[in-house]
């Protein structure tokens, strides 16, 4: 069972704007950065947001990632239907000494 | 450009161990700011984090898995190794190796998986 919280799933038609909320505690979110990663059908994660806040070179401005205590947030502007993927959040966690993912959210475009 | 491929047996028999292994092209398994990771999606399912190891052999195991896994690194081959052990049809998942970014920044400690392997299915059957 993850310690990160994610609704499963969350829908928007093209050009709007989708949110996805990630839900931990002290021992990760509020004390370790958040990453977020994309996963779409049948392929391996890719790395989306890193630092909280910084996305790799390559991937669009449309995604951004913030934080604020135990939550975090990706959010998806002018949503396409190539972002139609699921996502996930992690991060470090200092009470396992591991690394955990999100349940995942899977984002559909109407 | 680094690249990951993931290698072994597509099938296992429970209660045997499972070993796959990761080649590494494309840039060096030596480095202090890497970490090489092992990570799993039973099919329909989410993401889990099995385990990570330094190139010096320093490593984190999830710890509901921490009994059976072992991980491993050759750094004349360039490779990483994963062993769970005791499988059972629970441990049915797509593996997928990966370089796990490490270090600290003014931001905090940075710890996130930047590049990945293609995947591969692993079966538990008899």
């Known amino acids: 069972q993850s310690v990160l919280t994610q609704p499963p799933s969350a829908s928007g038609t093209p050009g709007q704007r989708v949110i996805i909320s990630c839900s931990g505690s002290s021992a990760n979110i509020r004390s370790n950065t958040v990453n977020w990663y994309q996963q779409l059908p049948g392929t391996a994660p890719k790395l989306l947001i890193y630092?909280?806040?910084q996305r790799p070179s390559g991937v669009p401005d449309r995604f951004s990632g913030s934080k604020s205590g135990t939550s975090a947030s990706l959010a998806i502007s002018g949503l396409q239907s190539e972002d139609e993927a699921d996502y996930y959040c992690a991060a470090w966690d200092d009470s396992l000494n591991g690394y955990v993912f999100g349940t995942g959210t899977k984002v559909t475009v109407l | 450009q680094v690249q990951l491929q993931e290698s072994g047996p597509g099938l296992v028999k429970p209660s045997e161990t499972l070993s796959l292994t990761c080649t590494v092209s494309?840039?060096?398994?030596?480095?202090?700011?890497?970490?090489w990771g092992w990570i799993r999606q039973p099919p329909g399912k989410g993401l889990e984090w099995i385990g990570s190891?330094?190139?010096?052999?320093?490593?984190y195991h999830n710890p509901a898995l921490k009994s059976r896994v072992t991980t491993s690194v050759d750094t004349s081959s360039n490779q990483f190794s994963l062993k769970l052990s005791s499988v059972t049809a629970a441990d049915t998942a797509v593996y997928y190796c990966?370089?796990?970014?490490?270090?600290?920044?003014?931001?905090?400690?940075?710890?996130?998986?930047?590049?990945w392997g293609q995947g591969t299915l692993v079966t538990v059957s008899s």
């Open positions: 990966a370089r796990q970014e490490f270090y600290y920044d003014s931001s905090g400690h940075q710890k996130y998986f930047q590049h």
């Open positions: 190891i330094s190139y010096s052999g320093s490593f």
């Open positions: 630092s909280n806040n």
């Open positions: 494309g840039g060096s398994i030596s480095s202090s700011s890497y970490y």
